[in-house]
């Protein structure tokens, strides 16, 4: 069942290794949580776009698995 609250950015790297931030929505704001570093991050606006700078520029993770 498809939660309304968390959602998640995954994206693989030139490694093929899978990397994973979590979007979890609180109040107004949203929480970005990054499974492989530890980053955290709260974003008002564009979470997602956040989250994928981030896997960019720390994982080099640009390729969308569900593209
Ligand atoms: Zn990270």
């Known amino acids: ?3 309304m609250t968390t959602s998640k ?3 693989y790297d030139g490694h ?15 929480r970005l949580a ?4 530890g980053w955290r991050q709260n974003a008002q606006f564009l979470p ?4 994928q700078e981030h896997l960019a520029e720390a994982h080099q ?7």
Do not use: I, N, Q, Y
């Open 34 to 37: 990054c499974d492989t570093c």
């Open 9 to 11: 950015v995954s994206r």
């Open 61 to 67: 993770a640009t390729v969308d698995p569900s593209a």
């Open 48 to 51: 997602w776009l956040k989250a």
């Open 1 to 3: 069942m498809a939660s």
């Open 16 to 30: 093929g290794r899978e990397h994973v931030v979590h979007v979890t929505k609180s109040g107004p704001r949203r």
